[in-house]
Every structure is written in structure tokens, then in C-alpha cells.
């Protein structure tokens, strides 16, 4: 076996035992240590550190129940209104505390987008989908304005074409894929610095799959990533980074190639290698 | 184990056989069989039920009328040729219908007989004939055919509602009546027309002159009052309830008060009126004011219960996607959530204000029973509404009064399916457009 190889490493020095090997991080965008959330009494999460590299696409992968959407949802305090759901340890992004009483959660959400498993796109316009964030933060105060982000997020998510001659028809009347599409043509929108996708390709076919999947990539340019995923094969294609989970704790994570070819924990080999989840 | 199980046990296979299957398929049937029972036993009663009220109650929408050769006479209207509306108004029109009539029967002389003669034509004539020379003073001295109401026992034995057959003891129109209403009838001087008294008038204690307009006034007047203090109370709670109040002790018991609320007895919330707003408060007796008021707490509930529906069945996902993109939590709900939960919200404000709209016993805690003649003209004048109406109408003895009591349900009936339907319509055009 080949042990890892310890050039680029960026463990927090003399944090818990160092349980998790950081591998591979390219400057951090967001941190997460020490942290834990419990539902009511139950832990759904154990002391997960982890660094969510810039610019970088991030996989989550893990069984069912593990909790990767558990921790995708603390990055921008989804679990906030969740009832009786409660976070503890330390999540930075850029340094600052995002659970810091005194930052605005409406801000933090703006820079952190989400896209969720089942497509959501609002029963409006497709219009009125993508100006929606614009509209509420402020963003844009001309109509051309508007019209402007509308384009450019409906481009950058390779929606334009397809769309652009109705763009007053409801979005909950595009195909599943382009649903999708749209909900993360909408997040861009609000011009985010992350994006979190928690499966977002569960509910489409192959080909709206990659197509998703492709946007991911040219995504990467400008954003990070995290994205849930189920499929193993996904976590390998599109990511750079991989976590993961098991039980609620973080077993293992660092660069994606690494993690498929030479898994440090039998836990993950296992998982790998399909031989549970 | 399933490898034994596989080894040892007898093929298991679905048993596909003619038999079993026409004995599923018997079962379907019958279950359909009593399904379309039922509808129909349902059916079969309200077309019953229907049926009888209307055929009660559709004469009640004609009105028999006599024709009348009156004599404006300006000795007994206007003898000093004044013109003055004041002695216009309180000339004695009476007299002339009285003339009218003893010149189409000059052969009655008995004073007894004549009286009766008089009155087969409505008491409310005389205000037809005022109200012709209030309009036109120049009809004095002339002649005229004037087609006045009869009174509520012809218009009934017009109808066939009294009968020919019966006894003339046991009969109110008396044979002699009988013979002078045949004569005119001979004469074209009885005719029946719709009866527009009964969509314009107020109460009466004539039937003919008695009307539902006025009952239809307090009724859009009350439930304008209960709309208005129980839709925005109503809706607010329950987005406040159901979006943003703490789940703890105590909104728990609110919740469990408030659905017992919706079971309370109607006539509870009448007498809570009457100890709170008409005693304690000193609010006006038979106001739709109070009635309203009254009513709203009725009606509070239901439109809660309805809206926090409305606001559950609204699917996460449309929160969620707000709150993803930085909406604040009441962006969320005033953007998003709420508008998909108004027509479910409005769909409960319509069936609680029917229920109002039927509602009699709390209003009669707070006197809204009382016998009122005039068409209310605001909030505070006393009012009677339209199921109370009725229930006034059903009480009274004379005879005309059951045609006008079923007259009046089917009117109050129309209005709750009008309503009815207008929530059928709103739920059909917003329906689930997520
Ligand atoms: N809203 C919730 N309330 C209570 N428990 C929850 C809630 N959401 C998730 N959990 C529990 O937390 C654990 C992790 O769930 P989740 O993060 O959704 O897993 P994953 O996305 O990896 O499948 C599971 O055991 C799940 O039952
Ligand atoms: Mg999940």
C-alpha cells in the first residue's frame, strides 16, 4: 500500500487527534471543525473536519442516513429551520464564522447557493425564477438590468438556447433535467461564491445527467462545488475532492483519484468498491 | 433458508384461475353496486326535499292582482285643490278602493258584507293608489284602471292553496267571497303576476305586502361585518401559527382551543354576544353590527383551520428554495408560500361564511328575531337576516306565510350554492399549479 503523499497538506495542527488526513487541499474556501449536529436528542453528526477547497468541485459521498446532507445543509444553515435541530463546532468560509450571531443568514445564503435532489423551481415564470434572488437582494434596480442577469444565468447554465423564446412560460413546465438546469441557473443568479447540489441528478435520466454534469465542470472556473452524490461513479467523474461518511462521522477524504484508487480506511474501501451502502 | 424453503415447499404460483378471478371481479362490481347505492339514496332525498320546497314555495314568487275602476276623487283627495304633497300623502286612499269596489257590486248593502267586499284587496293597495298621485297630482279627478294586490286569503284561494270543496264553515274565503272573485274573474279583472314585492319589500304582517329584501340586506350586511373582522384575523393567525410561532406548551394549547372552538354550539357565541358586546359594551340589539361580530367568532375558526391547511399542503420544496437563495423567512412565506395557499385559504373563507350565511340561533341571542318592517340602511339599524327570516315566516299563522317561508329557503339556498360554487371555481383555477 502507498501511503499518502504529504506535500500540499493543511492539517489543523494539534486539532482531536488528527482522526481525519487532510490530502491534497488546494486553499480552503470554507472549514468545518468539530462539528456536530443532533436532531432532538439523536447525533446525526460527530466531529467532522473538513476543508471545502476553492474552486474545486467537492463530493460527498456515504451510505444512506450517514449524514452528508446533514452537513452540506450546515454549510449555509438550511438546518437553521429545521425544528430541534442543532449545530455545534466552528464552519468558516473566508475565515468567518458563518454561525457568528452577528452575521445575517439571508446574506450567507446569497453567497452560498443550494440546489436540491427533487428540481424546485418556483410555479412562476422562468423570467421570474432567475430575477427572483436578483430582486430580493438588490441586485438589480433597472429592468435591462435584470434582463441582463437573466440572460447570463440562463447561459451559464446552458439553459439559454432552449429557453429564450419563453421565458414567460412556468418553469415547472420544462423537463426534469431542465428543471434542474434552472434551479441552478437560479442559484447562480445571486451571483454565489459556493454552490451545494444534494443529488441533483437523482431524479433525472443519463443524459440530463450529463448534461448537469458538464455545467458542473465549466462551473468550476468560477464557483465551488459540493455536491451530494450517491453514485460512486459521479463522485469520480465530476469532483476533485472526496469525503466520506459513515454513521455520521467523516471516515476519509482528500483528492478524488486518491480516494478511488488507494483508500486509507477498509470503511471506505468497502464502500468503494460496492460491497455495502 | 429461502434456498430450502425453495427445495421443500410446493410451487407457489398466483391463482389465475376463471373461478377466483370472476369472484374478484364479482366483489368489484358489488362494492361499485353499493357505492351507486348510496349516491343515489342521497340524491333521492335532497331532490326530495328540493322538490317539496319548491313546490311550496314557487306560487309564493306570483302575486294575485284585482283590477279596479277607481275614482280619483279630488273631494277626497285634495279638496281645497292644494296640490300640497303633505295633503296628498295623507289623503284616505282607502276610501276609494272601498268605492271601487261597491261600484263593481252594487247589489252588496249589508255595512258587514261590504267590509268584506273591501277587503279582498290588499290593506297595501291604498299605498299603490298614494304613491300613483305623488307622482302625478294631475291623475285627480280623472278615472282609472288600477290593478291592486288582493288580500293574502284570494291570492291563497287564486292559487288553489284554499279549496272550493271544504265546508264553508271551515273555509276562510266564504262562498260569497267565492262568488264575487268568480265574477271578476269573469270580468278580466283577476289576473296573477310576478310578485316583485318579494324581492323588494321588507317584513310585513301582511303576506302580500311581506318581502325578503329586507332580510337580504341585514344578511349581506351581517356577513360583510364577519368578512371583514374574520378573514384578515382568520388568515394572519394562521400564517402566524403555522409559519412563525414557537412549537411549545403553549401553542399547543392554543391549537387544541382553537379546533375546539369550531365545535362549539352555535348558540354559545350568540349568547357570549349578548353578555359581552350587548351588555357589557352596550352595542345596539339587532345590529348586523353585532350579529356580525358574533358571527365572525364563529366563523374565525373554521377559516384557521382551513388557511394552516392550506399552508401545510403547500409542498417544502417551495420554501426551501427560497430560503436557498437567501429569501428571508417572511420573503418566503408573503412571496411564495402564502400566494399558493390562497385559494385553500379562500376556499375556507367561502364554506365558513355559508355557514354563517345559515346560521340563525346565535343571532336570535342578540334580538336579531325582531319583527322589522324597514329595509336596514346601515350596520347599527335593526336587522333580521335571512334564516331567521325563515324561521319568523314558518311561525306565522296565516296561510300564505308557508310559500313565502319555502319562497325564502330556496333564495337563501340559491345564494349558498352561488357560494358554493365560487369556492369550487377558485380551488378548480389555482389548483395545484406547482
Ligand atoms: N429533519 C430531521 N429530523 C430528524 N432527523 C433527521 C432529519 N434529517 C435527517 N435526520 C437524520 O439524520 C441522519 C442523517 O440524515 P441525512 O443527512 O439526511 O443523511 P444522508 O443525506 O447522508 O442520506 C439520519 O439518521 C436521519 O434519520
Ligand atoms: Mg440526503
Excluded at chain 2, 351507486?36 to 302575486?63: C, E, H, S
Aim: glycine share 8%; net charge neutral.
Amino acid at each position: 500500500m502507498q501511503t499518502a503523499t504529504l506535500t500540499d497538506v493543511t492539517v489543523n495542527a494539534g486539532h482531536l487527534g488528527g482522526v481525519v488526513k487532510l490530502r491534497g487541499a488546494s486553499a480552503a474556501k470554507m472549514t468545518a471543525r468539530d462539528v456536530n449536529v443532533y436532531y432532538g436528542e439523536a447525533q446525526a453528526l460527530r466531529q467532522v473536519d473538513l476543508d471545502i477547497g476553492e474552486k474545486r468541485i467537492t463530493a460527498l459521498i456515504g451510505p444512506s442516513g450517514c449524514g452528508k446532507s446533514t452537513f452540506l445543509r450546515c454549510l449555509n444553515r438550511m438546518n437553521d429551520v429545521i425544528e430541534g435541530c442543532r449545530v455545534t463546532g466552528r464552519i468558516e468560509m473566508d475565515g468567518e464564522d458563518i454561525y457568528d450571531t452577528a452575521l445575517d443568514v439571508v446574506r450567507l445564503r446569497a453567497r452560498v447557493g443550494m440546489v436540491f435532489q427533487k428540481p424546485n423551481p418556483f410555479p412562476k415564470s422562468i423570467f421570474d425564477n432567475i430575477a427572483y434572488g436578483p430582486r430580493i437582494h438588490g441586485f438589480a434596480n433597472h429592468k435591462n438590468d435584470l434582463d441582463e442577469i437573466v440572460q447570463t444565468s440562463l447561459e451559464r447554465a446552458g439553459l439559454w438556447l432552449e429557453v429564450k423564446d419563453r421565458l414567460a412560460a412556468p418553469g415547472t413546465g420544462l423537463s426534469g433535467g431542465q428543471q434542474q438546469r434552472l434551479c441552478i441557473a437560479r442559484a447562480i443568479a445571486v451571483d454565489p461564491d459556493v454552490i451545494l447540489m444534494d443529488e441533483p441528478c437523482s431524479a433525472l435520466d443519463p443524459i440530463a445527467t450529463a448534461k448537469i454534469e458538464e455545467l458542473m465542470d465549466e462551473l468550476r472556473t468560477s464557483l465551488t462545488i459540493v455536491i451530494v452524490t450517491h453514485s460512486m461513479q459521479q463522485a469520480a467523474r465530476v469532483s476533485q475532492h472526496t469525503a466520506f461518511f459513515h454513521l455520521g462521522s467523516l471516515i476519509e477524504c482528500g483528492d478524488t483519484d486518491e480516494i478511488f484508487t488507494n483508500p486509507q480506511d477498509e470503511r471506505t474501501q468497502g464502500y468503494i468498491t460496492g460491497r455495502f451502502g | 433458508m429461502t434456498d430450502a424453503s425453495n427445495v421443500i415447499g410446493p410451487e407457489r404460483r398466483p391463482d389465475l384461475s376463471g373461478a377466483r378471478l370472476s369472484r374478484r371481479y364479482a366483489a368489484e362490481r358489488r362494492f361499485r353496486l353499493y357505492g351507486l347505492a348510496a349516491v343515489m339514496t342521497g340524491a333521492a332525498i335532497l331532490l326530495v326535499l328540493i322538490g317539496t320546497i319548491v313546490a311550496n314555495g314557487y306560487t309564493a314568487f306570483f302575486q294575485t292582482e284585482i283590477a279596479l275602476e277607481i275614482d280619483f276623487d279630488p273631494e277626497t283627495i285634495d279638496p281645497d285643490a292644494t296640490r300640497d304633497p303633505e295633503v296628498l300623502r295623507a289623503a284616505n286612499y282607502q276610501v276609494l278602493i272601498r268605492r271601487a269596489m261597491q261600484a263593481r257590486f252594487p247589489q252588496v248593502t249589508d255595512r258587514r258584507e261590504k267590509r268584506t267586499l273591501s277587503r279582498m284587496v290588499s290593506s297595501g293597495a291604498s299605498l299603490k293608489l298614494q304613491d300613483m298621485i305623488m307622482v302625478d297630482p294631475d291623475l285627480i279627478g280623472t278615472s282609472r284602471r288600477v290593478w291592486v294586490k288582493s288580500s293574502d286569503d284570494i291570492d291563497s284561494f287564486a292559487k288553489g292553496k284554499i279549496r272550493r270543496d271544504v265546508p264553508d264553515a271551515d273555509r276562510r274565503v266564504k262562498d260569497r267571497e267565492i262568488a264575487w272573485f268568480d265574477t271578476l274573474d269573469s270580468q278580466d279583472a283577476i289576473r296573477s303576476k310576478f310578485n316583485t314585492t318579494f324581492f323588494t319589500a321588507g317584513d310585513s304582517r301582511e303576506p302580500e305586502q311581506a318581502g325578503i329584501w329586507g332580510a337580504v340586506i341585514g344578511s349581506f350586511l351581517t356577513l360583510l361585518v364577519t368578512l371583514m373582522l374574520s378573514f384578515p384575523t382568520g388568515v394572519l393567525a394562521a400564517v402566524y401559527l403555522e409559519e412563525f410561532a414557537p412549537k411549545n406548551r403553549w401553542t399547543d394549547l392554543i391549537e387544541v382551543n382553537i379546533n375546539n372552538l369550531a365545535a362549539v354550539p352555535s348558540i354559545v357565541f350568540g349568547l357570549l354576544g349578548l353578555a359581552v358586546f350587548l351588555n357589557f359594551f352596550g352595542l345596539p340589539r339587532s345590529a348586523p353590527l353585532v350579529g356580525g361580530m358574533v358571527l365572525a367568532l364563529m366563523t374565525l375558526p373554521t377559516i384557521i383551520i382551513a388557511g394552516r391547511a392550506a399552508l401545510k399542503a403547500v409542498p417544502p420544496s417551495v420554501r426551501e428554495a427560497a430560503l436557498g437563495i437567501g429569501a428571508s423567512h417572511l420573503q418566503a412565506v408573503m412571496h411564495h408560500v402564502f400566494p399558493l395557499a390562497m385559494p385553500g385559504m379562500l376556499t375556507g373563507t367561502i364554506i365558513g361564511m355559508a355557514q354563517a350565511l345559515g346560521e340563525s340561533a346565535p343571532l336570535l341571542m342578540i334580538g336579531m328575531v325582531a319583527f322589522i318592517v324597514d329595509v336596514p340602511g346601515g350596520f347599527t339599524d335593526p336587522a333580521t337576516v335571512l334564516p331567521v327570516q325563515i324561521y319568523l315566516w314558518a311561525d306565522s299563522p296565516e296561510r300564505a306565510f308557508v310559500a313565502k317561508t319555502s319562497a325564502a329557503i330556496m333564495v337563501l339556498l340559491a345564494f349558498l350554492i352561488v357560494m358554493n360554487a365560487m369556492a369550487v371555481v377558485l380551488r378548480k383555477r389555482f389548483e395545484r399549479r406547482w
